[in-house]
C-alpha cells in the first residue's frame, strides 16, 4: 500500500525529463572528462615534438666555426621581442604572435660556452647538459626544456618552452568543454520537455475526455490513442462495460421488485380494510389493523421511492422550459396535503420569478425536501421557503427547525438507502439521493447545512 502511495506523489513525465537529463549530463560529462584527459596526453606530445623538431632545425642551420678556427666567437644573441599578448585569445599577427617571448633556446660547445642564445632565456645554462626531457624553473617560472647533443657539430642545443603556453590550452580546452554542457544542457531540457509535452498529449486528451463524461454515460471509450494506451483503453472499456452491467441489473432488479411488491400491497391493503368491518369497536383488533395500516403505507411509500429511482436513472435528458416558481412551490404544497396542515409556512417568492427546469421533476425535489421538512420537524413550528436571483443562477432554500444533523450526517445525506436514524424507520433513504440526482441533471446543486438555533437548510441552485 505504501509503495501505491508513493507512486502518487510524482509525475511520470517529469521523472522521465530528469532521467533522460540526467543521463546526457553524465554522458556529456565522461565524453568531456576522457576527451580533456586524452588532450592533456597530446599537447604534451605535440610541444614536446615541436622542441625536438626545433633543436633538429637549429642542428641543420648552425656550424660550429669555433673548433675549426680555435678562437671562441662572442655569443650571439637572437633578441624575441616581447608581444605584448598575453593569451591566444587575443589578436595577434605575423609580427606579434602569441607567446613567441616564452619560447626560448641555447646553443653550447663541448666545454660549456655559449655559443647562441635568445635573449629571453638568460646566459645560464637552462638545464643540465644530459640528453632529454626536463622541467625547470627559472625566475618563478616553470619551463619544459628539450636539451640533445649533435655528434656532428659537437654542440649541446637546448630549446625551452614555459608551461604557462601548454597550460593555457589546457584551460581553454577545459573551459570550452565546460561551456558547452552549459549551454546544450538547459536547450536540451527545453526540447525534452517539449517532446515529452507532444508525448503525452493523448494522454492529457484521455484524461480530458474521462473528466468530461456525464457521470451516467457509460458508453465505451473510442478516442484514438498511441498504440500503449490502447490496452488501457480496452481495461477501461472493460471496467465501465461491467460497472453499467452491474447497474443495469441493480435497476432491473429494483424495478421488477417495485411493481411485484405493488400487487401484494394492495391485496394486503383491501384486507385490512375489509377486517376493520368485522371487528366492530374492539380496540385490541384496531391496534394490530393500525400495525398494518402502517406497514403497508411505508412499504407502499418506499416501491414509490424505488420506481422513482428507477425512472430518474434511465432519465438522459430533460424537458426544460421557463416556468414559474411560485406555481411549483404551491404545487408541491398542493400534493402534500394535509400533512403540510399542522405548520406555520413561510413563502418568500417573487410570482415573476421565471425558472428554466423540467417542471414535472422539479416539482417532485420540492415536494421530497418540503416532506422531509415536515417530516423531522415538529408540528406548528415554521418551515420557511424563499427563492432569489444570484450570479448565473436562482438559489431555493428550503428550512426548517427540525432535529437537523451532525456534519456526518450531511455527508452521508444523498447515499442511496441512507437513512439518519436507521432504528426509526422513517422513509426509504432514496429522496435525498433523487433530488441531487434531478439536480445535477439540471447542471445544478444540491447542498445541507445545519441552521442557527437547529433545523436544516437544504439550498438547491439551478443554472440559468
Known sequence: MTRFIGMQRYSLRWLLTLLMLAGIVLSVGISSGLSIRDAKVQIEELFDAQMLQSVKILELFYHNEVDRQGVPPTPQILHVADSQISSFAEKANTLRLAYEHKLAFQIWNQTKQLLVLSDNIGHQPITAFDEGYHKTTINGELWHVFSYFSTKEHVWIMTAQQDE??????????????????????????????????????????????????????????????????????????????????????????????????????????????????????????????????????????????????????????????????????????????????????????????????????????????????????????????????????????????????????????????RVNENEGIGAGLGLSICQHIIKLHQGRLTIQPRAQGGLIVCMFIPQ
Not at 406497514?295 to 414509490?304: I, K, N, T
Open 165 to 418: 603556453v601548454r597550460q593555457e590550452l589546457i584551460s581553454q580546452m577545459v573551459r570550452n568543454s565546460i561551456l558547452v554542457p552549459l549551454l546544450v544542457v538547459p536547450l536540451t531540457l527545453v526540447l525534452i520537455s517539449l517532446l515529452l509535452y507532444l508525448l503525452f498529449r493523448p494522454l492529457k486528451a484521455f484524461e480530458r475526455e474521462l473528466l468530461s463524461r456525464a457521470a451516467n454515460d457509460l458508453t465505451p471509450l473510442t478516442m484514438p490513442l498511441p498504440k500503449e494506451l490502447i490496452p488501457v483503453r480496452g481495461a477501461l472499456n472493460h471496467y465501465i462495460g461491467s460497472i453499467a452491467g452491474f447497474i443495469a441489473r441493480e435497476r432491473r432488479f429494483s424495478a421488477d421488485a417495485a411493481h411485484e411488491l405493488k400487487t401484494p400491497l394492495a391485496v394486503i391493503k383491501l384486507h385490512q380494510q375489509g377486517l376493520e368491518s368485522f371487528v366492530g369497536n374492539a380496540p385490541q383488533y384496531h391496534l394490530h389493523l393500525q400495525a398494518i395500516n402502517a406497514g403497508v403505507a411505508h412499504m407502499s411509500h418506499m416501491v414509490e421511492q424505488l420506481l422513482l429511482l428507477a425512472r430518474v436513472d434511465s432519465l438522459n435528458e430533460l424537458k426544460v422550459q421557463p416556468h414559474g416558481l411560485l406555481t411549483m412551490v404551491e404545487d408541491a404544497l398542493n400534493q402534500l396535503m394535509p400533512q403540510i396542515t399542522d405548520y406555520e409556512w413561510m413563502i418568500d417568492v417573487d410570482p415573476p420569478l421565471q425558472l428554466i427546469c423540467d417542471r414535472f421533476y422539479l416539482v417532485l425535489v420540492l415536494k421530497n425536501i418540503i416532506e422531509n421538512a415536515c417530516k423531522y420537524s415538529e408540528v406548528e413550528t415554521q418551515i420557511t421557503i424563499s427563492a432569489q436571483q444570484v450570479h448565473k443562477g436562482i438559489e431555493i432554500r428550503v428550512a426548517d427547525r427540525g432535529q437537523g444533523m451532525t456534519p456526518e450526517q450531511i455527508l452521508s445525506a444523498t447515499e442511496r438507502f441512507y
